[in-house]
């Protein structure tokens, strides 16, 4: 499922039928790089995420902090599987320039569970099925670059943008001061913009053949998926 294969679309294939300068013909409308790919594929995606209920209720104060508690617990399997699959792109050749100390977020999730939940916060944590699966599906992906990419733009991009929204609306509503959200705080990255745009620098340096830049786009939009439905999940709960 996520195997790149080398498709029909790909470059050494346009190449070997009248490109032989390695000048892929290009639509001249569609975007090129794979950042500028990824905001364009889960625009849709992004707005169906950003639209669930459980997370307006959140933002808009209608909760508590159990239930913010709750939304955060889930963050701790994700992020441990996510930054397995960083540890191990660290190896790769390509992949290692898109893996960043400073957004390492497991313990931050860490300590603020410690916070919320208390010294048996392992024990106290109910993690929901959506939230497994997402992370069943990031430790499927085996070092699979574009995959990879997807996975980590989703997240670490998310947290530096509208995470920092959410930050500001749960301390706002539920009394939080930097203890218990640490998760939003990027102590090594003082600005997101200036990062964000490194990171989007990174993701169009990957070198990606013409099939890892589609199953990229796709893999983005699974990704957006899994955080839709843990949403949903949280919604039913709270
Ligand atoms: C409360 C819900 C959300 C709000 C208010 C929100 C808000 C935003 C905003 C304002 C931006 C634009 C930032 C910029 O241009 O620098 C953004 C970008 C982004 N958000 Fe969200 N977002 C939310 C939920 C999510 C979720 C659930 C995800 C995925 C897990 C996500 C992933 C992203 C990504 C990857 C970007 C970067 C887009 C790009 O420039 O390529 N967001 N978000």
């Known amino acids: ?33 794979l950042s500028a790919r990824l905001r364009e594929g889960t625009r849709k995606v992004h707005d169906e995420a950003e639209n669930q209920s459980f997370v307006g209720r959140l933002m ?10 709750d939304f955060l617990a889930q963050h701790y399997p994700i992020y441990l599987a996510l930054e397995e699959a960083s540890a191990a792109q660290r190896a790769d050749a390509r992949g290692a320039s898109l893996v960043f100390d ?27 099925p959506e939230t497994e699966a997402y992370a069943a599906r990031l430790r499927e992906l085996d070092g699979d670059l574009g995959a990879y990419a997807a996975h980590a ?11 920092q929204i959410i930050k500001r609306m749960i301390q706002r509503h539920y009394g939080f001061g930097e203890e218990g959200v640490s998760f939003y705080t990027f102590t090594e990255i003082p600005k997101a913009k200036p990062f964000k745009d490194v990171y989007r620098e990174r993701l169009d ?3 990606l053949d013409e099939a890892e830049l589609d199953s990229a ?11 839709t439905a843990v949403f949903r999940a949280l919604g039913a709960r709270h």
Do not use: C, K
């Open 205 to 207: 340096g990957l070198e």
């Open 217 to 227: 786009v796709a893999e983005a939009v699974v990704a957006f998926g899994h955080n």
């Open 60 to 69: 808009s104060g209608e909760l508590d902090r159990d239930a913010y508690a």
């Open 102 to 128: 400073e957004l390492t977020r497991t313990p931050s999730i860490e300590a603020d569970l410690q916070f919320l939940f208390g010294a048996d916060w392992r024990d106290a944590i109910d993690v929901l």
């Open 1 to 33: 499922m996520t195997a790149t294969v080398e498709s029909p679309h790909s470059h050494a294939h346009a190449d070997a039928h009248g490109h032989p300068h390695g000048t892929a013909s290009v639509d001249p409308g569609a975007p090129v790089t």
């Open 153 to 163: 733009y989703t997240r670490y991009l998310g947290d530096l943008s509208g995470g």
